[in-house]
């Protein structure tokens, strides 16, 4: 059983570039979220999709923007990239419905260097 | 907002010792969960241990235990028999039960020595 995927692991883009990143769920999940973990800090919940809708957002710019696929797999998406942007996103995904597992599952992150 | 605030950056261990991480959080809430994640420079986090707020018993996995002070707003982390894989950085997460957004503290890094 594959866990959650995450790709590209590494990443450098140019400052006002904007960048694409890709999450697959762990089989049977329906539900993904992104974090960004800045280096030396806890990770920083970005947004929750399900059901190919953002259900929940942290406190992120329009910037940051999402999208969930009817598979499930879901892409972040980074505008007018700033060097404050440079971390390490995460992304984890579990099953929505209260009472069932709710233990997230995540992956090895894409490290984002903006230069 | 819910807040999580893990007061030792760093900590050391020798190995078989026993080590406890600590974690304090701020909430309105009356039901939701809270967790330790350990994440070792391979970056992926790894769930240690969930306890649902609910329950008054203290979750327990293998070496690994909490203690739950609900009114304290407490859930520290002790780690039993401390082995060199043990080294990571250990993150407590809050998250409320109709949601499944994780709050974070910074972390604490945790060095277990031979």
């Known amino acids: 059983d594959a866990g959650v995927t995450q790709s590209p692991t590494h990443l450098i883009k140019t400052r006002g570039q904007q960048v694409t990143l890709r999450c697959s769920p762990k089989s049977g999940h329906d539900t993904v979220s992104w974090y960004q973990q800045a280096l030396g800090q806890g990770p920083q919940f970005i947004f929750q999709?399900?059901?190919?809708?953002?259900?929940q957002r942290g406190n992120f710019p329009d910037r940051f923007s999402g999208h969930q696929f009817p598979n499930y797999s879901s892409e972040l998406n980074v505008n007018a990239l700033l060097l404050g942007d440079s971390a390490l996103y995460l992304c984890a995904s579990s099953f929505m419905t209260v009472g069932m597992n709710t233990e997230a599952f995540f992956g090895q992150g894409t490290r984002l260097t903006v230069v | 907002a819910q807040t999580v605030t893990q007061s030792q950056p760093e900590m050391s261990v020798q190995e078989a010792e026993t080590v406890t991480l600590s974690c304090t959080y701020d909430t309105s809430e009356n039901n939701y969960y809270l967790f330790w994640y350990k994440q070792p420079p391979s970056r992926q986090m790894i769930l240690v241990i969930r306890q649902e707020a609910y329950k008054q018993q203290n979750a327990t996995e293998n070496r690994f235990s909490v203690n739950f002070q609900k009114a304290a707003k407490s859930f520290s982390l002790k780690i039993s028999d401390s082995q060199l894989g043990d080294t990571a950085m250990y993150f407590c997460a809050f998250m409320k039960r109709e949601l499944n957004d994780m709050r974070f503290g910074a972390g604490t890094r945790l060095t277990v020595k031979p």
């Open positions: 999709y399900y059901e190919e809708e953002e259900r």
